[in-house]
């Protein structure tokens, strides 16, 4: 082993302390696997950003999305979790004693798991990066105080977008929702209280637009252009902020060249010893939005690190540690 003393390999390292990381590190401590869980600079991950969530089992009141990641942190904690607040720099899985490097240690494990959650997705217009923060932004819970009896858009139509909106109907004036089709993914129930505001002409909805040009005076958002293809239609609206809502890119560039993945998403196994969130690399697991690329639920992330912990019990079994 490279001179490398057995007792300096840990049995199992977590990467992501999303609902993922954390109820993957629960069921690891249970287990007495003695996980490290790095957690990245930003502990809790996306769902730190959720104003309420009211969907998750057991939580009867709505609960901010901070609070749910806190009480997880809290239990892992609680079963001896060991938890490091830093950024994986580089891995190396190019052998049976896996290699993870952070800026001041590196750490040897004989099973990790992945479980490094999303990213939001960018238009990809120009101005767009560097206006983030200042007129710009994916996180209404974050900016939205900034915008008081202020006209804003948001750009999108799953559930995120939607929850943003009835956030937002609360603190601004006018809520420009665009969305590049005339349907929209989000529950039901979110749809239902966002047709409410939009009676209430809080919110203006523009369907099959997306945008096209943010318009920039004396270093401020002045206005946005929509165009719809559909409708051979262009206009400009004018607002102080825009908040961009349209989903989410895995963070997965540090293990693209290690491990197989497919726009973006790891890959693995369907099953293989009983065995369903490895990856092609042997003790190498992943959970959560790194490899789900349908639901993208907090609940069924949690699910996904559960079954990752329990996946990598199983394999370290077999190792005989």
């Known amino acids: 082993m490279d001179n490398m003393k057995t007792n300096n390999i840990k049995k199992l390292i977590i990467i992501g302390s999303g609902p993922a990381g954390y109820t993957a ?78 800026e001041k240690k590196k750490y040897f494990s004989y099973a990790v798991i992945i479980a490094t959650g999303s990213s939001p997705r960018y238009l990809g217009l120009k101005n767009e990066k560097e206006f983030l923060g200042r007129g710009i932004s994916t996180c209404a819970t974050c900016d939205g105080f900034f915008y008081k009896n202020k006209e804003v858009a948001i750009v999108g139509g799953g559930n995120t977008a939607i929850e943003e909106a009835l956030y937002l109907s609360n603190i601004v004036s006018v809520i420009h929702l665009i969305h590049r089709n005339t349907s929209f993914k989000a529950e039901k129930i979110l749809m239902n209280r966002l047709m409410q505001q939009v009676k209430k002409k809080k919110v203006i909805l523009y369907t099959n637009y997306i945008v096209n040009k943010i318009i920039i005076k004396n270093q401020k958002i002045q206005s946005i252009q929509i165009i719809s293809d559909y409708l051979s239609k ?31 998403y790891i890959t693995i196994q369907k099953k293989y010893n009983n065995i369903t969130t ?27 690190g559960c079954r990752a912990a329990l996946d990598a019990e199983k394999y370290l079994t077999t190792l005989n540690i």
């Open 25 to 102: 590190s629960i069921y690891a401590a249970r287990a007495n696997l003695k996980p490290i869980l790095i957690t990245g600079l930003q502990k809790g991950g996306q769902l730190t950003t959720t104003n309420n969530i009211e969907n998750w089992p057991g939580r009867l009141q709505n609960t901010k999305g901070i609070e749910l990641m806190n009480d997880m942190e809290k239990h892992a904690l609680k079963l001896n979790t060991r938890i490091i607040q830093e950024e994986v720099l580089k891995i190396d899985f190019s052998k049976k004693i896996l290699q993870i490097i952070l």
């Open 278 to 304: 490895q990856t092609n690399i042997p003790g190498v697991f992943a959970a959560g939005d790194v490899v789900d690329t349908i639901y993208k639920q907090a609940i069924t992330a949690a699910a996904s």
């Open 234 to 264: 262009k206009k400009t609206i004018c607002i102080s902020g825009l908040f961009i809502a349209i989903g989410s890119i895995p963070n997965t560039q540090i293990f693209a060249k290690h491990i197989k993945t497919k726009s973006g």
